[in-house]
């Protein structure tokens, strides 16, 4: 039945938008706390995923 | 696939319209932004209509109903696209009292369904109801699939990421 694997397959991509807008916010919120936290300015900023960390 | 773009169309459609039904005054607040000024009456008027476009792209088999959904997809966004030039534009009234900006995402979701809906109308493409006469268990689980991708469509339209793209 195409029909139901049409639904199945746009419910699948959209709960991937969805999903991937949740762990986007939830490195926004993280990062935010970090920047809130009085003790962050020992620590430095939080990297981004592409910035290169010092090591 | 495509019965499925106007399965789901059809039920975010429905809300909308119903949304529109109850709570008129953002859509007049959003028609106002683009210089049109529409009477809380006749944006209840349209609702109803756009109502009864979504209960007949689910309950009629045929390329008019999909093909008239699929028009009115690609009517919202752009409508919403004349929005987002405005700054003034806060909602665009679509859902009734609930907030939902005109943003880009916005655009694009509507002009994919759009275009889905289209395709559908074209290949002709069985209604929800048919679908459900035709085999009952696998019609009932289309239903409950499509409710499913309609309520993300919901999520993903809330989603103000890309709001200022």
């Not at chain 1, 199945?8 to 991937?16: G, I, T």
């Not at chain 1, 986007?24 to 990297?47: K, N």
């Amino acid at each position: 039945m195409d029909a139901l694997i049409g639904a199945f397959v746009l419910a699948v991509a959209l709960l991937v938008v969805v999903v991937i807008d949740l762990l986007r916010s939830h490195g926004r919120l993280l990062r935010t706390l970090h920047e809130l936290d009085p003790a962050s300015e020992e620590r430095g900023p939080v990297p981004r995923r592409d910035e290169p960390t010092e090591s | 696939m495509a019965a499925a773009f106007v399965s789901v169309a059809a039920l975010v459609m429905l809300v909308a319209g119903l949304a529109k039904v109850i709570e008129p005054d953002p859509a007049r607040d959003a028609l106002g932004v683009l210089g049109v000024s529409a009477p809380a009456l006749l944006v209840q008027i349209a609702a109803g209509v756009e109502v009864l476009v979504a209960l007949a792209a689910l309950l009629l088999s045929g390329p008019i109903p999909a093909l008239v959904v699929g028009a009115s997809y690609l009517a919202f966004a752009g409508f919403v696209a004349l929005l987002r030039r405005d700054p003034d534009a806060g909602s665009c009234g679509c859902f009734g009292a609930a907030e939902e900006p005109p943003s880009l995402r916005h655009v694009v979701v509507n002009v994919v369904i759009g275009l889905g809906c289209l395709a559908a109308g074209a290949s002709g493409a069985l209604s929800t109801l048919s679908l459900l006469r035709e085999n009952w268990a696998r019609g009932a689980l289309f239903v409950v699939l499509s409710v499913a991708a309609a309520w993300l469509v919901g999520l993903v339209l809330r989603s103000t990421r890309w709001s200022s793209g």
